[in-house]
């Protein structure tokens, strides 16, 4: 398990707005994004077009391991994400493989086949991974873990006004029973469930923009690998 290259973990849970604030991140420190809840929704969606029961651990570890799938940057710079040559970028976020994504990633077997893909997205100049588990067991050797929250509530709030300029409905108390149904079986799965890294630091970005998140993070992150020399060449 070698990491010649800075890492940033982000975890934290589904809505805490640790998706925008990697991408800006990674952005800023012209770093490579691992978005690796994509994985997880990859998992969900391509079990749903094969027609594989979403409690059949064994044909998910396969699948897990031998999706064809791909990352690239849009016309705008936007992350896209491909399933079999096909642009799945909007139909991973519905709720439905929100759901199917949680529950895919409950399987130890589903989890240790996604292991190597995520360790390979450290590559030159470096790698800001968001995701639940990435300081605590894909990155325990990252140079800088965050650990994002934010209450369910307001959670629920971002994620009604995401969908609203998508121009679809849902209701706030439907959202907030789906945000706590994820996070309930998030933290207490089994394996790798989600936690703060024991060296993580915590931001609770319930009552901050992003731009005040993004300068946070920004300051935590410098400050790090300012005084640190990145781990594998140390
Ligand atoms: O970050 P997200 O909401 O896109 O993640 C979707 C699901 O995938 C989430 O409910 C839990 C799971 N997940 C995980 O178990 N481990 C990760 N590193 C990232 C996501």
New binding site residues.
């Given amino acids: 398990m070698t990491k010649a290259v800075p890492v940033i973990a982000i975890?934290g849970p589904?809505g805490s707005g640790?998706?925008t604030i990697g991408l800006l991140v990674a952005k800023e420190l012209k770093f490579h994004f691992l978005?690796?809840?994509?994985?997880?929704?990859l998992v969900g969606l391509a079990a749903r077009h094969h027609g594989i029961a979403a409690d059949n651990e064994e044909a998910l570890t396969v699948l897990a391991g031998h999706m064809d799938v791909a990352f690239a940057a849009g016309k705008t710079g936007e992350p896209r994400v491909y399933l079999e040559g096909e642009d799945v970028t909007n139909d991973i976020r519905t709720d439905e493989v929100?759901q199917l994504?949680?529950q895919v990633?409950a399987f130890p077997r589903v989890?240790a086949a996604l292991f190597d893909r995520q360790r390979a997205f450290a590559k030159s100049p470096g790698l800001v991974a968001?995701?639940?588990?990435?300081g605590t067991v894909?990155f325990p050797d990252a140079d800088v873990k965050i650990f994002l929250t934010a209450s369910a509530e307001t959670r629920a709030e971002r994620r009604f006004k995401q969908l609203q300029s998508m121009g679809s409905g849902a209701s706030i108390g439907d959202l907030l029973t789906s945000i706590r149904d994820?996070d309930e079986?998030?933290r207490n799965r089994p394996v790798?469930p989600?936690r703060p890294a024991d060296d993580a630091i915590e931001i609770d970005s319930s009552h901050l923009n992003i731009d005040q998140v993004l300068q946070r993070v920004l300051e935590v992150v410098r400050n790090r690998l300012s005084a640190e020399p990145v781990s594998g060449q140390r």
């Fill in positions: 975890d589904g640790k998706g978005d690796s809840g994509a994985l997880y929704r929100s994504a949680s990633a989890r968001d995701g639940r588990d990435m894909v994820r079986r998030d790798a989600l």
